[in-house]
């Protein structure tokens, strides 16, 4: 009797004990939103600050860990935080862009309750509203492996981050004013790394040591390419997929892309420049920071290295992979054996946020249930430049898209107001939202018949891209896939009169933001929401467990933008920690 309480007694203790300790980790911020005086581009100008800094602070955070950030906007404008590439797994109404998420208004506050759900690598997060990316309000986000999930490379002896990309010297103001008066902006005035112009930030290395670059493309409009003097790079992961580890002396990166390197201090004492330079420019533009040895007393020298300019063949032999070359004409090997030092993949035998390894994951052998073509253009209507997809070039509703759903307000939106595919009719407005089946799997292809490089985001998801090339996309493209260790991620770009194509299994239900990372392109947006089968009251976007009491925000479509109505609600079925609390005082 007694050796059977001690069982129950230890039975129970274990359950305790696992009880407690099987949460994740919880990680809390507050964060101060405030205009300040940057001078990135050498004169003052007025950015928008985090806790009073610019970039704003970095977020370290391990697979699984809980991440509750208060943010208190003192700006005289609405605002909103967009995390790109989290996924928001079951909860997209922390996405933090127009439409899921209600703005914060000015001197009021909002909690996101995020989780870094099965992911891991390098991402950052930005301002979603008016413009605001232009003055600053971004960061870094890390998401580090689990203790007990092997890396494919040993840990190296620093992480940095590197968040570089174009600048203007208008402001956010004037600049969404010339956007908002049908005109497109013009090129930028320079490039920033981590905020700062020519040699203004320093990386410091140690002599022999290996170190983490994690560099994200935070720009409004140009793709960038990165490199170190006298240094090659390794690259490592994009976008939390481990690559393959082929060795680079210079990296693309796209608006919103973001990718890992590993770098190896290897030379002789003394400093190097850091280059980040634009890409498909006319007028090519540069910055750089310092790469600063221990100890070392000399400092950088002779020019700085020169990279790609304006050639997109060597920008897309980067981006494809081996398996798509292999099926071109034999003409083209001598091309392939040139470039095979360049090709992005997928390392099939490393784990991602899970033991298990990448490659188990077989895309490839899925056949897709529905093919969605999606062709910008840059159409004139009513008298204004206008941007569209499928002909349809949005506008935001007067009410955030997932609230007028929950609520059933009519009038908003309505789903399947996208095409799948461009007609040749005259382009329209309207807020496009398109449907998709929840736990489907789709063929999603971009088709850019614009002369400049476009750049693809799809907020909670990552996928698979299968192939890319010139031209029009047609079902004899896909003899060219790659189906067998293409990157997965969740951004891609597409060249000019060109094509990209990505599978993605739509398992997130949710109301989720496609769009152009380009931000003067500010009408190329889709939303899609997934539906679940059969759909619940009252909402087909609901991804998380509710409580009472929670406030809510809703735009006052009679006295515009900037004009918000708070309410409480006491329902069982309303708020919770994926509910918004904006409206509270």
Partial sequence: MVETRNIVFICALFFVISSINGEDPYRFFTWKITYGDIYPMGVKQQGILINGQFPGPQINCVTNDNLIISVYNYLNEPFLLSWNGLQHRRNSWQDGTYGTTCPIPPGKNFTYMLQAKDQIGSYFYFPSLGLHKAAGGYGGIKIYSRPHIPVPFPFPAGDH???AGDWYKKSHQRLRHILDMGRSISNPDGLVINGRGWNGYTFDVEQGKTYRFRISNVGLTTSINFRIQGHTMKLVEVEGSHTLQNTYTSLDLHLGQSASVLVTADQPLKDYYVVVSSRFT?????????????????G????????????????????????????????????????????IRWNLTASGPRPNPQGSYHYGMIK?????????????????????VNGVSFVAGDTPLKLADYFNIGGVFSVGSIPDKSSDGEAYLKTSVMHADFRSFAEIVFQNWEDSVQSWHIDGYSFFVVGMDGGQWTSASRSRYNL???????????????????????????MWNIRSENWKLVNINVQMAPFPHPPPKPSYYDGGRKRKGRAICALDAKTGFDQFASVVENHDDVGGPFFPTAAIK
Avoid: C, E
Wanted: proline fraction near 6%; charged fraction near 10%; hydrophobic fraction near 45%.
């Fill in 484 to 510: 067998r260790d293409t990157v997965a991620r969740s951004t891609v770009q597409v060249y000019p009169k060109a094509w990209t194509a990505i599978y993605i299994a739509l398992d997130n239900v949710g």
């Fill in 300 to 343: 950088v020298s002779g020019p700085p290295p020169g990279g790609p300019t304006t050639q997109i063949a060597w920008s897309l032999m980067q981006a494809r992979t081996m398996r798509y070359f292999l099926r071109m004409h034999i003409f083209f090997i001598h091309v392939i054996l040139t470039y095979i030092h360049l090709w």
């Fill in 282 to 298: 006319t007028r090519v533009l540069m910055t750089t920071a310092i790469l600063h040895y221990k100890n070392s007393k000399t």
């Fill in 368 to 388: 897709p249930s529905r093919t969605i073509i999606l062709s910008n253009s840059a159409p004139w209507i009513n008298g204004k430049q206008r941007y569209a």
């Fill in 161 to 163: 981050t590197v968040l």
